[in-house]
Every structure is written in C-alpha cells, then in structure tokens.
C-alpha cells in the first residue's frame, strides 16, 4: 500500500483509504485497486469512514473525502495566526495605532487577527470582518503580490491600478488615505513565507489626523520589521 506501517492494522488501512481517496475520487473496485485491499474490507473500512464523515459520496456514488476532514483541519491552531499574535502588539505599541493582519479570501480581504489601540480615537476591525480587495493599502499588498490572473475582475473596480500596484511591489509597503474610508489612513507591508510567497498583509490604521498625509514615511519601516518578524517565526524550528 505504500505507507508507512503503525502495527495496528486497521489504523494502517483506513489511513490508506483515506490517502487514496484524497488523491481523487473512487469508486469501490478504484479504491481496492489503489489500496490493494481486499473488495470486502475495503467496503467495511470506507463506509465505517463515510458514518464518521471522514469519507462521503459524490453524485456518481464514488467515495470523497468527507466534511469531517476540513473540519478537524479548521481546528488546528493556524501558524501564521500564531506567529503574528505578539508582533500586532508589538506593532500597535510602537506606532500607537491598531494594527491588523489580512488575508485574501477570492475578491474580498479577512482580518484574521488584530491588536487594538487601548485608548483614544481608534479604527477598530473586529477579526472575522470581510473588506472589499477594491480599497485600502491592505487590499493594495494583497493584490500586488497576487498573481494577476487570479485578480479576475477586481482590479476593474478597483481604487487603483496596476501600475500603482507594481510601485507598492517595489517600494515594499502601500499606504492609503481616505481610500476605503473617510477620514482613515492606513499603511500596509506584506507577509511572506520562507520562499518569499505571500502569506498576509499586516496593517496599521486610524485617523488621518495622528497618521498624516504620508503615514508610509512614518511607519512602513515598523510594518516591514513586523512583518520579517512573522516570517522569521514561522521558520524557527521552535
């Protein structure tokens, strides 16, 4: 079967099957196939797996892999999430502004994690909230180090352009003032992984009275340090 071997067998052929079935979907003579399981077992082992919903059908009747599967995945902690936990605090203290982390989910931006201003006037956005990918510097990250062609219609009614998406490409930060909301300025840097992918936007936020009309001289090289600090997380073996 190709897999490593646990001794307990019935562990190691379920895990078989659940390997075969996330490879693409099977139908049962597929599924013994794959697992050189014998047709009887592999029958008793997938649907045991389908009561759990680790395994479901699709419309032809061929075993998938079950909604059981995302959700244990959906519980573990995320990494990144993590990572960025103490650098948003971090990030909030040394510029004095709320701070949040970004991800893109299709057209629309997610803040995923947030550190806020404890006094005073402050742009709150509560994690969980949806921003359109049309405005805003953590909108402007997430689309600069996106491939283009998965942008599909957003640039179109989008509050800037690709040409102004390449100069926040090259300095390494976007800022935005007044763009997504009246009266907030915010400055944007991206998150990349060890291989230089992107992984998020990290942002500051608030009114432009305490930001300014140029908030990225002030605060790009804070959101560029934090930034390097997730990534640098993410690598360590700890």
């Given at each position: 079967m190709g897999q490593p071997s646990s001794g307990i067998g019935v562990v190691d052929k379920s895990v078989a099957i659940l390997a075969a079935v996330a490879a693409a979907p099977r139908a049962l003579a597929d599924?013994?196939?794959a697992t050189d399981l014998p047709r009887a077992t592999a029958h008793r082992l997938a649907v045991a797996l389908e009561v759990h919903r680790l395994l479901a059908r699709d419309v032809d009747g061929r075993f998938v892999l079950g909604p059981r599967v995302g959700e244990l995945a959906?519980?573990?902690p995320d990494p990144v999430v993590t990572a960025a936990g103490a650098v948003l605090a971090w990030?909030?203290?040394?510029?004095?502004?709320?701070?949040?982390l970004y991800r893109r989910d299709g057209a629309e931006r997610v803040c995923v994690a947030a550190a806020e201003r404890a006094h005073g006037l402050r742009t709150t956005v509560p994690v969980g909230s949806r921003l359109p990918l049309s405005a805003g510097s953590g909108a402007q990250v997430l689309c600069a180090w996106s491939d283009p062609a998965t942008l599909g219609d957003v640039l179109a009614g989008a509050e800037f352009t690709e040409r102004s998406l390449a100069e926040v490409r090259r300095r390494g930060w976007a800022q935005t003032v007044g763009q997504r909301e009246a009266g907030v300025a915010s400055v944007s840097a991206p998150v990349l992984d060890p291989d230089g992918g992107l992984l998020a936007a990290i942002s500051i936020s608030g009114p432009i009275e305490r930001l300014g009309r140029t908030p990225g001289s002030r605060f790009a090289p804070v959101l560029i340090a934090g930034a390097r600090r997730i990534t640098a997380a993410l690598a360590s073996p700890a």
């Open positions: 599924l013994v196939a959906a519980a573990l990030v909030r203290d040394e510029c004095g502004e709320s701070a949040q």
